[in-house]
């Protein structure tokens, strides 16, 4: 089930409605909160919506799930660059 809303999220982002996606990535995390790509999608949403911290304790949370994702480690120095961290 959570996959629904996983796939609704993604759709969010293509559609460019990042608070939507945030919204739909939240409830995939109600249902799974161990659902790495989950957080990483959510990530990526807060990231272009400027919330770097969010950005940052997402990609954090999705590395302590899956610490092998270099995609996460390098979304996690995109956004700890745009900190000035």
Not at 22 to 34: R, V
């Amino acid at each position: 089930m959570e996959a629904e809303f996983y796939y609704r999220g993604i759709d969010k982002i293509r559609q460019g409605d990042l608070n939507e996606a945030i919204e739909e990535f939240d409830k995939a995390l109600e249902i799974n909160p161990n659902f790495a790509e989950a957080y990483y999608k959510r990530a990526m949403a807060r990231f272009d919506l400027g919330d770097q911290q969010g950005a940052i304790a997402d990609y954090t949370q999705a590395l302590q799930i899956n610490s092998e994702s270099i995609e996460v480690y390098f979304g996690r120095g995109l956004a700890r660059l745009a900190l000035g961290d």
